[in-house]
């Protein structure tokens, strides 16, 4: 079975300040993508940062990175400098390709961030 | 803005009842997707067209249908609607080129069924 396991059901975190959210994951797959999304009030999910699971490096998106262990199947999110505009729902996900069929993200069931003033 | 539009925004429907979701992808995009969201869960996969077919389901019933269009608009379609089927209903769509696939999703259609 394919899951994903965010162990933090709210946070919150001082304006300016860094937070990191965490995620665990299971897949048996070896070719897999790892995602962040952010969900704010709007409902629109939005891609914060995507990490493919073949490159060691650690991705990164200007404000976010990811601390990515492949072996411990971990994949947490830091969110350096955090702004108001940074509340919102956070979702880590993943899509593993078998070869055939379809392409499905696994969605874990997400972190309510705060950022407060 | 990811050039994915859903409606309606929100709809109200009563238990029995069937209901039609509409979601119009980016131009040149060959892969829809269609997820539920419950409250206060992450977003479950429903299932999947590529290229107008049927390319995957997840867990759900076979009252919860679809299609895809040449014009790159789809249809979730849910027949005999029972109240756990309310949730936010969310599209997301992509252009399928190997294994880097980069999903764009609507801001979905909140149902409601009483």
């Known amino acids: 079975a394919q899951t994903v396991t965010q162990s933090q059901p709210e946070m919150s975190v001082q304006e300016a300040e860094t937070v990191t959210l965490s995620c665990t994951y299971d897949?048996?797959?070896?070719?897999?993508?790892l995602f962040w999304y952010k969900q704010p009030p709007s409902r629109q999910m939005i891609l914060v940062i995507r990490?493919?699971?073949?490159?060691?490096q650690n991705a990164t998106e200007n404000r976010f990175s990811v601390n990515f262990q492949k072996a411990a199947k971990s994949f947490s999110l830091k969110i350096s400098d955090s702004q108001l505009g940074d509340t919102a729902m956070y979702f880590c996900a993943f899509i593993a390709y078998s070869g055939a069929g379809s392409y499905q993200l696994t969605f874990g069931k997400g972190t309510k961030l705060s950022v407060i003033p | 803005e990811t050039g994915v539009t859903q409606s309606p925004t929100h709809l109200i429907k009563t238990r029995g009842q069937q209901v039609t979701l509409r979601c119009s992808s980016q131009?040149?995009?060959?892969?829809v997707s269609w997820y539920q969201q419950a409250l206060g869960q992450g977003p479950q996969f429903i299932f999947q067209y590529y290229r107008e077919e049927e390319n995957g389901r997840g867990n759900f019933p076979p009252r919860f249908s679809g299609l895809q269009f040449p014009n790159y608009s789809s249809e979730l379609n849910v027949n005999a609607l029972e109240l756990d089927d309310s949730a936010l209903y969310l599209c997301?769509?992509?252009?399928?080129?190997?294994?880097?696939?980069?999903?764009?999703f609507g801001s979905g259609t909140q149902l409601s069924v009483l």
């Open positions: 990490q493919e699971a073949y490159k060691q």
């Open positions: 897949t048996s797959e070896n070719n897999y993508y």
């Open positions: 131009s040149g995009h060959n892969t």
């Open positions: 997301a769509s992509s252009l399928r080129t190997g294994n880097n696939e980069k999903l764009f």
